[in-house]
């Protein structure tokens, strides 16, 4: 059942789950991601979820879609829209850390006030 809560980010470099959606959230998924040189996720879509992406150490290009690769890194955030496939890359020498949290759509444009 959601609960308000404080969780830790860890600094260990691994990938730590901070939220993982029903029932700790009402579908909110998030975690931390910890990229060494020259790694990346992998070109993946978040389906009909919108995700942001929040930049907290080193510099990396964010790859979204079919556009030119956008330069990112730490203090800056990226805005992901439902049925985007998207890629990030470290393509520095230091570790590139961020947050991503992940909310499935449940409104319209409309709906909004």
């Avoid at 907290?56 to 030119?68: N, P, Q, V």
Wanted: hydrophobic share 35%; net charge negative.
């Amino acid at each position: 059942m959601e609960q308000p809560q404080v969780i830790d980010v860890s600094e260990k470099p691994e990938y730590q789950q901070l939220l993982d959606g029903r029932p700790q959230t009402h579908g909110m998924r998030s975690g931390r991601v910890w990229l060494r040189p020259g790694q990346e996720i992998g070109q993946h879509s978040t389906g009909a979820h919108e995700e942001i992406l929040v930049f907290l150490a080193g510099r990396g290009l964010a790859l979204i879609g079919d556009d030119a690769p956008l330069e990112v890194a730490a203090g800056k955030v990226c805005y992901i829209p439902p049925q985007t496939r998207h890629n990030m890359r470290n393509n520095s020498d230091a570790p590139f850390v961020y947050i991503y949290c992940v909310a499935p759509i449940t409104e319209s444009p409309g709906d909004r006030p």
